[in-house]
């Protein structure tokens, strides 16, 4: 038994390995890939064929028919072999596990990016939960958001994780770091989808957010270890998240937010895509207002969200955290500062933000769990201000 199972493993890391040769080798690219594996029935096999395959042939394959053949060729071969072994050997020092298209990795790969034409082949995975859900919803809109725009995300976000479910967005500045912040503010699940690769903080401003999100959340890329942010990255990165969602939330977007491409992916694959109303004379609204005119859901509180899925709320949502005390909040210095700029008056995020100098997703997450707690209520309008507590504050 012992021989057999080693045998059998030895088998499936052949199979790891042959799938990751084909998916760096240049000029196939994902869909390519995935015709091949389709057609041969394993990533083993498939090689294999490529390695017979002439140069035009493997190029016809891809997308990109500008790299030469022999290049292509070159990857496929015994230097490729070894490559991504060691890329692997890598990936598992750095913590990472392998979700792999063919299903010969650690994890197991999501059944939604099965739905895509160019599926990644393989996917670098950190955090323990599984990626597929029947709850999973994408929150996304543009890195240049407003006040309104940040609250309204962290909000949805915040809800969506109490009752249960997956919020998927793609790591970036703005309206994507809010929604995350907000599921985790509440212990929900969250996924986040990089363009880069895993040791790559990108943008800079949310490391505080990848700290969070490597400790809680779900960490996916199809970028191996090392991987820069480059302009073609996150057009890929955006076909993952609608892949992995029932359904797509646009909060606010501009004409031309990238945002609108992932809302384009969900509708190509048949998933549910839902926009954030704004107002009408602000451009930075022109991209969701122009999703509403073409038949997507308006969204003006996560009931829109459950009643446009068809999930009927049986059971009650996850209770916020409990409370703190006044001491715990002393000693927490975000939070205590929140407070103590909120005692002198009603403030706007964007004003505590500037005022404490602090960004403004983390004044959004600590007014998120002030207001949880009791400690501070939203006024008409969007500012804040301090409860009055007896013996207390």
């Not at 990109?64 to 070894?82: F, K, Q, S, Y």
């Not at 309204?152 to 809800?159: D, F, I, N, S, V």
């Not at 998933?271 to 930075?284: K, S, T, Y």
Request: charged fraction near 25%.
């Amino acid at each position: 038994m012992t021989g057999r199972r080693s045998a059998a493993g030895r088998a499936m890391e052949g199979e790891l390995v042959a799938l990751v040769v084909l998916a760096r080798a240049p000029g196939i690219g994902p869909r390519g890939v995935r015709r091949l594996v389709d057609r041969h029935g394993a990533a083993s096999a498939a090689l294999a064929v490529a390695r017979r395959a002439a140069p035009d042939e493997l190029r016809a394959l891809g997308r990109d028919r500008r790299i030469p053949g022999g290049r292509t060729v070159r990857a496929l071969g015994a230097d490729g072999e070894r490559a991504a072994r060691s890329l692997l050997r890598e990936a598992g020092a750095k913590g990472l596990c392998v979700a792999a298209y063919t299903d010969c990795g650690e994890a197991a790969y999501p059944e939604g990016l099965r739905d895509l034409p160019d599926p990644p082949p393989i996917l670098f995975k950190r955090g323990d939960a599984a990626l597929d859900s029947e709850r999973t919803i994408a929150v996304v809109g543009t890195r240049a958001a407003s006040s309104y725009g940040l609250r309204t995300a962290y909000t949805l976000g915040r809800e969506l994780g109490r009752w249960g479910w997956t919020v998927v967005s793609g790591m970036a500045r703005g309206i994507d770091a809010a929604a995350h912040a907000g599921a985790l503010d509440v212990g929900g699940r969250t996924i986040g989808v990089l363009g880069t690769g895993h040791d790559r903080e990108y943008p800079a401003d949310n490391r505080d957010l990848y700290r969070r999100m490597r400790s809680h959340g779900i960490l996916v890329s199809e970028f191996e270890p090392g991987a820069p942010p480059t302009r073609s990255a996150f057009p890929r990165r955006n076909r993952v998240i609608a892949a992995l969602a029932r359904g797509v939330i646009v909060v606010e977007a501009g004409g031309r937010s990238g945002a609108l491409n992932t809302a384009d992916h969900a509708l190509d694959l048949g998933r549910e895509v839902l926009a954030v109303p704004g107002r009408i004379d602000d451009p930075g609204a022109a991209g969701c207002l122009r999703l509403l005119r073409q038949g997507a859901g308006l969204v003006a509180g996560v009931q829109d969200v459950f009643d446009a899925l068809g999930w009927l709320c049986l059971e009650p949502p996850a209770p916020p955290s409990e409370e703190r005390s006044a001491a715990e909040i002393d000693g927490s210095s975000g939070d205590r500062r929140l407070l103590g700029a909120l005692s002198r008056g009603p403030r706007s995020p964007d004003e505590l933000a500037v005022g404490l100098e602090m960004p403004v997703t983390k004044v959004l997450g600590g007014l998120g769990r002030l207001e949880l707690e009791g400690w501070v209520e939203r006024r008409p309008g969007g500012n804040f201000a301090a409860v009055r507590r007896r013996g207390g504050r």
